[in-house]
């Protein structure tokens, strides 16, 4: 209990420094809707839980932060609760729930640490945004989360992943290997990985100060993987139901009557390609996914006509085994050279290339030599930097 206590006040002291949670949505009608359609697109259309969802739910936010993502869900009908520590996260939630709550549901804001909760209710909903993975001990501030929740309700957790977060740990290791404070690390992060720090800043709608404190002067960020995820879950009788980015395998096609869903994601082995694509992700995806479509149109121009021919087959339905005979052959010759991972293969390649060199100036470098490699890197340290979170939902049998 020290360590966790003592890991909570550390985090707690970077948090009121520099807070990470408020992304301006009262700044301006535009950044208000922005993160409405953000987080509706996250829910509706990545998750799969239509927002309706939250109408006349219970819903419990552990760990709110500044409350700029519960407001959203008081908006869609929730009854919200939220468990804050940070005292001044909960000034700013409050003023946020009087300004802009649904006057038609009940919010409540309880002052108090994950581990320090204490109730009697279960929620239809328990939400934790960025939260466990910094404290002392993640798998049990996952089951302290899961004991909130009523059979049959759902758990939404969004947590990094140490695949995904690969590359912002190394950011982290040459930061702490070159600075001797916290200063020194805010202007070393703007010289060596300013790409990244204002990306981040632009796309959340934080400042650049935020961004730091968060990603690289917070003193613990212990990220769980796919396998432990699915472990939690588990443990706590609770059944996969969701995650964005996806971590089923494209393969699955099982009927709903025959489906081998639960042995597959029971498997730890199932989340390492996911992860791997994670750690190198630089592009977004419309253009990681353009190999693919590609290749996947190429294919199309004999497979659609094959299978249309014999759709809707009947007695007396004329086939010209020819022409599909053909077609077969096209298809053959199409899909036997397609690879649908070979751009993503590519750039884990160059990845890995860099990477090992970053590792050998670490050993032997000095700083103006580090910053002169991430400033040339073609896959390490550009674009997304990776994948940042992992948005998880799963439910309560």
């Given at each position: ?12 002291k ?17 950044a208000f809707?922005?993160?409405h ?24 936010d552990?760990?709110a932060?500044t409350g ?13 609760t ?9 000034e700013?939630?409050?003023?946020l ?11 409540t ?10 109730t009697d ?16 001990t ?7 989360l ?7 309700g759902?758990?939404?957790l ?37 790409e ?6 632009k ?22 993987t ?28 099982d009927?709903?009557?025959?489906s ?11 989340g ?24 996947a149109?190429?294919?199309g ?6 299978t249309?021919?014999?759709n ?13 005979q053909?077609?077969?052959e096209?298809?053959?010759q ?13 750039a ?26 991430c400033?040339a ?21």
């Open positions: 209990m020290d360590q966790i206590k003592e890991t909570e006040e550390k985090v707690l970077v948090f009121q420094a520099e807070n990470p949670s408020n992304y301006g949505i009262d700044g301006s009608k535009e809707l922005n993160r359609g953000m987080l509706f697109s996250l829910f509706q259309d990545k998750l799969n839980f239509p927002v309706k969802m939250f109408d006349g739910a219970s819903l419990v552990v760990g932060g700029d993502n519960t407001i959203y869900y008081n908006n869609w009908g929730a009854d919200c939220l468990v804050e520590v940070n005292p001044v996260a909960c700013r939630a409050r003023f729930y009087e300004s802009y709550g649904n006057q038609d549901r009940s919010w804001i309880e002052q108090s640490s994950l581990f320090d909760y204490q209710r279960r929620f239809d909903i328990v939400v934790s945004t960025g939260v466990i993975h910094h404290t002392a993640k798998d049990l501030a996952f089951d302290r899961a004991s909130l929740l009523r059979p049959g759902f758990l939404y969004a947590v990094s992943d140490p695949a995904g977060y690969f590359q912002r740990n190394l950011q982290r290791l040459v930061l702490w290997r070159f600075a001797k404070s916290v200063e020194d690390l805010e202007e070393l992060a703007m010289r060596l990985f300013g990244s720090i204002e990306r981040a800043a796309f959340g709608n934080r400042s650049k100060r935020a961004v730091i404190y968060d990603v690289y002067v917070n003193p613990k960020i212990d990220s769980p796919v396998a432990e995820v699915l472990g939690w879950f588990r443990r706590n009788r609770m059944k996969f139901y969701s995650t964005w980015p996806r971590i089923s395998p494209l393969q699955m096609a009927s709903p009557m025959n081998a869903m639960d042995a597959i994601m029971a498997n730890p082995a199932v390492i390609w996911p992860e791997i694509l994670w750690c190198a992700h630089d592009l977004g995806d419309e253009r990681q996914c353009k190999a693919y479509l590609d290749g149109a190429r294919i121009r004999s497979f659609l006509p094959l249309a021919m014999f809707d087959m009947s007695e007396d339905k004329v086939v010209d085994l020819d022409q599909a053909a077609l077969a096209q298809f053959a199409s899909s036997g050279g397609f690879d649908a991972f070979a751009d993503q293969r590519a884990i390649a160059q990845f890995t290339v860099e990477l090992i060199e970053l590792f050998r100036l670490l050993r032997r470098g000095g700083v103006d030599e580090v910053a002169a490699f400033g890197t073609e896959r390490l340290f550009r674009g997304t930097n990776g994948t940042g979170m992992v948005y998880w939902l799963g439910y309560k049998e």
